[in-house]
Structures are given as structure tokens and as C-alpha cells.
């Protein structure tokens, strides 16, 4: 099956609440708002990818819970292939997040007994993707296939939102390393000498840095990019927009500057709207701001 991007990784689900405030210690307040969804980095990627015209398989496990099944039920609804995704009795990770109105969140995490699946849980070879993009919550399948992808000549992409194991573990095995603010300075304590550490281990890097943009390295040619001006009302899964845009913009085969501003651009507009999986741009939404970038994109 030729497909344009594979997404390894991690799938959730997702209660989003807003609020007015995040609450202080032993008070309780009242949400304006709940939505919930599926989330989870590799997931919402896939739900990019295919939001913006692309084809898109997403590889992870889903409890059979009640959140598996509405977050698969989902990722069928937006074309997403599904064969590599692991059904079982564990639960489906749980994402709890507490949004203010001027974007910024809180998040509560939980997993309860499900552990990263077994090297052996998935058989990829029915699988032929132009681009695999890995957010390390699934580093026992992900490795191997990262050295796979190497000797085949698929391109990858690693979402490097924080150190931990997984990511760790991918960061020298893959094309381009797109890592965020909080994973260069978890790793090296400032982004520039993480950039020039990280440039060591992969070809190209990229570290995403919020309102102030991202910097890239590709060889020895290194520079910025701004970010868009937005009324940001939940930060939630711009991450995730920009690594899935980030993968389908090598898949389509565009330039490196334009694969930036491709990425950029799903970023910012998810901060528009509440909830991760909701904020993806649709296509049109993405054309309308991309074929009418301020001068200083270019």
C-alpha cells in the first residue's frame, strides 16, 4: 500500500477544558467549555496529514475501551489507514487539559498499565510510505523501523517534543530531527548549542520556538523563521499540526524553505481554535494563509 506519510507513535484522547483561570491549590472552579477528542502527537499528525489532501496511516495501540474506540472511530472518519493499529485490554491513554483564554494550558497525563508495544506487534511490509514520522512514545517498533526506513531511502521525521527513552533513542537515526524548545533545553540548557549538538546527529534539525518562530540547521547552512501573528486561543497540538504538515511537505517533495513555511503555517492556525485534534486546518483553511504570506516569510 503506497501511502505518503506513516505516523508511529502515541494515541490519547482528550477532555479539554476552558477556563478562566487554572485553578490554586484545593479550589474548585467551573469550565466554560469541554471538547473532547482524539489526541496524541503521532495520531494528530496523521489527522494532518490528512486534512491537508494527503494519504496517512497511523501506527500505535487503542484500548478497546470507550475512548479507543470513539479515537478510532476518528481516525476512520478522516481516512486514516488503519491495519497497524493495535487493539487491547489496556486502556487508552487519557489527556486531561485545563486551558485559559489567552492559550496557555495545563496537562495531566494518564496510562494506567499500558506499556510501549513489543518490537514484534507490527508487521510493516505491506506498507509503502514516502515519509515516517516517529514521536518516540513507541520506541520498540520505532527504532527498527527507523533503521529499516535508512536502508530503504524513506525519509523520517522525529517529533522530539521532550527527552525521555524514545526519543533519545531516535535521534541519530533519522533524516530530520524536529525538536521543541523544551527538548533543547532539557538536552543542551540553550537552543543554539542544541542546534549545534543536534546537527551532529542528524542531517537537518529544526527547533520549534513558539511565538518567537523556529531555527534550522542543514549542513552547515543554518537560519530562522518567524512565527505568524495569530490570536492564539489553546497552544494544544500546534506541535503536532507542524510535524504532520512538516512530514507531508517532504512527502509532496517541496523545497526546504517551503517545507518551513508549509509547517508554520498548520502550526500557528491550530493555535486558533480549542482543542488539538479541532485546530488541524482543513486544506483550504491552510491555502488561504499559505499562498498569502507576509514578506518576511520569504
Known amino acids: 500500500m503506497n501511502i505518503d506519510v506513516l505516523c508511529v507513535g502515541h494515541a490519547s484522547f482528550d477532555l479539554v477544558f476552558s477556563v478562566a483561570r487554572h485553578p490554586s491549590e484545593d479550589e474548585k472552579i467551573v469550565a466554560d467549555d469541554l471538547i473532547t477528542c482524539g489526541g496524541g502527537p503521532a495520531a494528530n499528525a496523521a489527522v494532518q496529514v490528512a486534512k491537508l489532501g494527503f494519504s496517512a496511516a497511523f501506527a500505535g495501540y487503542l484500548g478497546r475501551d470507550v475512548y479507543g474506540e470513539a479515537h478510532y472511530q476518528e481516525l ?11 487493539r487491547g485490554n489496556s486502556p487508552t491513554p487519557l489527556s486531561t487539559v485545563i486551558v485559559k483564554p489567552d492559550g496557555e ?44 526506513a535508512r536502508e530503504a ?16 533513542a531516535l535521534m541519530g537515526l533519522v533524516d530530520y530531527l524536529v525538536c521543541s524548545e523544551k527538548f533543547a533545553l532539557q538536552l543542551k540548557g540553550d537552543e543554539q548549542t542544541a542546534l549545534a549538538y543536534l546537527a551532529t546527529l542528524a542531517p537537518v534539525v529544526v527547533i520549534t520556538l513558539g511565538e518567537r518562530g523556529l531555527i534550522w540547521q542543514q549542513g552547515t547552512q543554518s537560519g530562522a523563521l518567524p512565527a505568524l501573528a ?58 488561504a494563509v499559505f499562498t498569502h504570506l507576509p514578506q518576511e516569510f520569504y
Open 230 to 287: 495569530i490570536n492564539a486561543i489553546d497552544t494544544t497540538g500546534a506541535g503536532d499540526a507542524f510535524h504532520g504538515a512538516f512530514a507531508a511537505g517532504v512527502a509532496a517533495g517541496l523545497d526546504w524553505l517551503t517545507v518551513l513555511r508549509y509547517a508554520s503555517v498548520a502550526g500557528s492556525l491550530c493555535c486558533t481554535k480549542m482543542g488539538a485534534r479541532l485546530g488541524l486546518p482543513s486544506k483550504e483553511e491552510h491555502a
Open 153 to 168: 531511502g524513506i525519509a523520517t521525521v522525529l517529533d522530539a517534543g521532550s527527552v525521555h527513552d524514545g526519543t533519545l
Open 76 to 86: 476512520i472518519a478522516h481516512n486514516i489507514h488503519t491495519q497497524c493499529v493495535v
Open 105 to 148: 494550558r495545563a496537562l495531566i497525563n494518564y496510562k494506567g498499565d499500558t506499556k510501549p508495544l513489543a518490537a514484534d506487534a507490527l508487521d510493516f511490509s505491506a506498507l509503502q510510505p514516502k515519509v515516517i514520522l516517529f514521536d518516540g512514545h513507541e520506541p520498540h517498533i520505532s527504532v527498527p523501523l527507523a533503521k529499516q
